[in-house]
Nanobody
Framework: QVQLVESGGGLVQPGGSLRLSCAASKSIFNIYDMGWYRQAPGKQRELVARITNSGSTNYADSVKGRFTISRDNAKNTVYLQMNSLKPEDTAVYYC?????????????WGQGTQVTVSS
């Protein structure tokens, strides 16, 4: 069973930066894409950013120009650099890895890391 371990969350002041990391507990093959989602209290989980195996990225409009997703394929690790943080970015952030082995798709989730933006 693959586990995704997230790190890098915490408390930061508005305008500050954080870098989230998500590493798989063991090698994962045939990854299609990796991404970050977030869920604020009382709201649905939403996509923050995704990066495909070819390096293509897409971002939520609310984070474009402030957040950058990247990946290290050799380490099965995905990162989220978050700059110019705003109070509305406060949420639990989850990483996600999707792919397929043979004809069996997989969809792994991390346990979540809290990001709080507050003065």
């Amino acid at each position: 069973q693959v586990q995704l371990v997230e790190s890098g969350g915490g408390l930061v002041q508005p305008g500050g930066s954080l870098r989230l990391s998500c590493a798989a507990s063991k090698s994962i093959f045939n990854i299609y894409d990796m991404g970050w989602y977030r869920q604020a209290p009382g709201k649905q989980r939403e996509l923050v950013a995704r990066i495909t195996n070819s390096g293509s990225t897409n971002y939520a409009d609310s984070v474009k120009g402030r957040f950058t997703i990247s990946r290290d394929n050799a380490k099965n690790t995905v990162y989220l650099q978050m700059n110019s943080l705003k109070p509305e970015d406060t949420a639990v952030y989850y990483c996600n890895i999707r792919g397929v082995v043979g004809i069996s798709p997989y969809n792994y989730w991390g346990q979540g890391t809290q990001v709080t933006v507050s003065s």
